[in-house]
């Protein structure tokens, strides 16, 4: 095995290499050239620090992405390609992501059936600590007011928000993109978006004002996540975590 970074791929590759390591997930997700490179911008990717590596074949064996902003962390995709599961390539690639990061707390989501990803993520240090939903539904009456979001998730953090092209906001107190919801902020409420036949809602604190008032409107849940994290610590805490310590190969595992 041969290791590289995220950002020694092109555009293309970069994409080919995502959908290649999400094939056959429980929940099914490709990814297009533009939203990989939205994903990168908006959520504070760092390519050149997020660790991918290629087999003997030059092909893509597994990857992880990793953000960075504001002294926190977060993977914003983490997987190994079909061919190589089952082989405990998921440890040393958490590790090598960790690695110089003990003095960040870092954060990530997984789906809440990927049972062999949560125990990965709580091998290396992560621990649940609430749910998040997607959601999909029609709107209420254009002057209904909406209940606040919940404290929102990285993606939906204003650092993410900013960065987003086409994102319309109505005042201060409520964005979207299309069909699908960003921030919710007090005082919103329909408005256009009434005439929309569904909107979808991603990554909602469970049990959140919002998620309830959704649910009294008819909306379903497409998929649920719990958001783990990982605190700051400090070498010694954790000598599997050292500063510095690199990785075993991943073909020696």
Sequence with gaps: MRQITFADLDLPQQTEAL????????QPFQVSQEWVAEHL???SIEAGRSPLWLDGRNQV??????????GYGW???FGVAPVYRGNRFSGPVLRETLK???????????????????????RGGFRVTRQLVVLEGPPGPAGQTLEPA????????PASLERLQDLVWVEQSLAYRGHQLHFVGEGASWGELASQPRLRLSNEPAGSPLHRQLLALGWREVARQYEMHRPARSPAENPQFRRGQ????????
Excluded: F
């Design 19 to 26: 959908n290649l390591v999400y094939r056959g997930y429980d």
């Design 41 to 43: 911008q908006a959520h």
């Design 61 to 70: 064996a597994a990857l992880s992405l990793l953000a960075l902003r504001n």
């Design 75 to 77: 993977i914003g995709g």
């Design 100 to 122: 110089d990061l003990d003095e960040a707390p870092v954060q990530l989501e997984v789906l809440v059936t990927n049972l062999k990803a949560r125990a990965t993520y709580e």
């Design 150 to 157: 919940g404290s929102p998730c990285w993606q939906r953090q």
């Design 246 to 253: 690199a990785a075993p190969p991943l073909d020696m595992v």
